[in-house]
């Protein structure tokens, strides 16, 4: 156990370079970059001395240096700034009302191209070489090309307008919202006993959960098919056929179990995939999360929010990525050492 | 390499639709004032009148026509995607070889900034670029470059690692060739392969983000003809049975994606068998 505490530690130490480049990034983007923020926010017109004013307001007449340190500064203490329209309520708050929407859309977008993912990958490996395996590559191809709005307005024109079986957007009935707890509805209405908004919740997740996981599922079934393959060349599972074990035991308890480890450390990278791919799907769909949010506040020209937005985007990914390495260590002991 | 193709079979096949659609499309973007009947950015009917043998795409919201408009809407993409593609090798490419080659400490720090930027949801990198450079062919191009560049980083480190502990290198260094000769005379060549596949899934990707920038409203102002934001501006009536306006542009965006997928899938594919 104590080589894993080790790793962690390590793991930690080195995420810390990456959220600093990260971040790094995010300034460098936001304030670098040709293209002055104040007039991005008020105009061109906009008299000299009220750009002055706002500037002095945001710091952006400090030297550079001294604005990057004040922007690590601040992040540190958790601290992104406060939003420059209405209520001017701090980013983070504001972010914190939209985050569960999208923690709440991406966790099941990516249940459903796993899901989806395995089990044409296992059908794609397991007759590899064949029609069958041929006509999985494509749809892994086809399912990546699927562009997101696109896909998803045919899925509403489907269920939503044709069939009239399903809601075209928004997260739940307002009459129907359930009491705040975790900010995900799903689980606040189970913990509330609220199964009608639960059942409304688990309807408005449908279509924009299925957009985001159809599309990104086609990644999965090439990543199963091939580590399925890697995984059926080895000795042990020839060893496993040879003692006579069921075609389903090998498949799914030897083979599927080894063959999804290697995939589990590509997951941090299609998170980044699934966070990009919610923007799309929540603009399609009205869903309000950080992609909408984001959006409207580029519109708005709400300068700290979107910095402060982008930011967040960049901790969470950190965040994942080293939450992933770590599932990855404990799974597999090899990596410890 | 035709040879090739033709042997390789289903690969070879989706080789060649890829290419079909490829160059259907660039025919499209230099020749649209040949091809579009009409000019896409005046109306020309009557508001979104649906698909017709006068207008064989239908008209959009203020009538203009919305085959004209996918015509020169493949101008507009593939400018953006080639201009962001170049960009992202010229810059990605010799930094990929001169952190492969080099080594040390320079080549930490370039992997690390690199991969950082990686991991990075693209996307949402293209949008804070794009929201700050403001709208427009170049500025959306740089922004795109800006995401792509690790991956061409990335591929060529790669290769060069492997390439660099090879014997014909090692040769070529006893015979005491310079770093830079044996970098472009050596390495470079055994690159452009892989390069051309990487090229191919990599612009497949950029031509989805192109299209979901413009969609967003961050890539090309009105009335510029582009697909994603022509989506866009369909969406508005597309529930209530207005189909055309949307369906044209998307399915486009999607032939061109898949059109690069098939292309660079097949050359993987083929590299792959010949590497065996």
Same mark, same amino acid.
Request: proline share 12%; charged share 25%; glycine share 18%.
């Given at each position: 156990m104590t080589s894993l505490k080790a790793y962690i530690a390590t793991r930690i130490v080195l995420t810390i370079p990456m959220i600093l480049i990260l971040l790094t990034l995010v300034f460098f983007v936001m304030? &670098?970059? %040709? +293209?002055n923020p104040v007039i991005a926010i &008020? +105009?061109?017109?906009?008299s000299p001395k009220y750009i002055a004013e706002l500037e002095h307001q945001l710091g952006l007449d400090k030297p550079l240096w001294q604005q990057y340190l004040d922007y690590l500064g601040k992040l540190i203490q958790g601290d992104l700034g406060t939003s420059m329209i209405w209520g001017r309520r701090p980013v983070i708050a504001e972010i914190m009302d939209h985050f569960p929407a999208t923690l709440e859309l991406t966790i099941c977008g990516f249940l459903v191209s796993i899901i989806i993912g395995i089990a044409t990958g296992m059908i794609a490996g397991v007759k590899s070489g064949g029609k069958v395996d041929f006509s999985m590559r494509i749809y892994s191809i086809v399912a990546y090309s699927l562009f997101i709005p696109w896909f998803g307005m045919m899925l509403q024109l489907v269920f939503g307008v044709w069939l009239k079986i399903l809601p075209v957007g928004g997260r739940i009935d307002p009459l129907l919202? %359930?009491?705040?707890?975790?900010?995900l509805y799903i689980i606040d209405s189970i913990l509330t006993l609220n199964f009608d908004s639960l059942v409304n919740a688990l309807e408005h997740l449908a279509l924009p959960s299925l957009t985001l996981g159809i599309v990104l599922s086609g990644i999965y079934t090439r990543l199963v098919r091939s580590s399925l393959m890697e995984v059926f060349s080895q000795d042990f599972m020839r060893a496993c056929r040879a003692r006579g074990l069921k075609t389903s035991s090998i498949l799914f308890r030897h083979g599927l179990k080894n063959a999804l480890i290697p995939i589990l450390t590509m997951m941090g990278l299609q998170f980044a995939l699934l966070l990009a791919g919610a923007v799309l799907t929540e603009t399609t769909f009205s869903w309000p999360g950080m992609g909408t949010f984001l959006m409207e506040r580029i519109e708005y020209r709400d300068f700290t929010t979107v910095q402060g937005t982008i930011a967040f985007y960049a901790l969470f990914v950190a965040l994942v990525s080293l939450v992933v390495d770590l599932i990855y260590a404990y799974v597999d002991p090899r990596i410890r050492y | 390499m035709l040879k090739a193709i033709r042997s390789a079979g289903a690969d070879g096949l989706m080789i060649i639709i890829g290419l079909i659609i490829v160059i259907s499309v660039t025919f499209m973007a230099v020749f649209s004032e040949y091809i579009a009947p009409y000019d896409p950015i005046t109306p020309v009917g009557r508001a979104v009148e649906p698909p017709s043998s006068k207008f064989i795409m239908g008209t959009d919201s203020i009538g203009r026509d919305v085959f004209s408009r996918v015509v020169f809407g493949s101008r507009t993409i593939m400018m953006v995607v080639l201009l962001s593609t170049a960009i992202s090798m010229l810059i990605g490419i010799p930094l990929g070889m001169l952190s492969g080659y080099a080594g040390g400490l320079l080549d930490r720090a370039l992997s690390l900034v690199m991969d950082s930027i990686y991991a990075f949801p693209g996307l949402i990198l293209a949008i804070a670029i794009a929201a700050m450079l403001g709208p427009g062919v170049y500025n959306t191009a740089v922004s795109l470059a800006v995401v792509y560049i690790p991956t061409y980083f990335r591929m060529v480190r790669g290769q060069v690692l492997s390439l660099r502990e090879q014997l014909f290198v090692e040769a070529a260094r006893a015979i005491g060739a310079r770093g830079s000769r044996i970098m472009f005379k050596y390495i470079f060549p055994n690159l452009v392969y892989i390069i051309a596949v990487v090229f191919s899934l990599n612009v497949a990707d950029a031509i989805l983000t192109e299209a979901g920038l413009s969609f967003l409203g961050l890539s090309v102002v009105s009335p510029t003809p582009d697909w994603g934001f022509d989506l866009k501006n369909g969406q508005r009536y597309f529930l209530s049975g207005i189909w055309w306006p949307v369906v044209f542009p998307g399915v486009m965006i999607i032939l061109l994606a898949l059109g690069f997928g098939f292309l660079g899938e097949g050359l993987n594919a083929i590299m792959g068998k010949e590497e065996r």
């Open positions: 304030r &670098v970059l %040709p +293209g &008020v +105009g061109m017109k906009a919202e %359930p009491r705040h707890i975790t900010g | -």
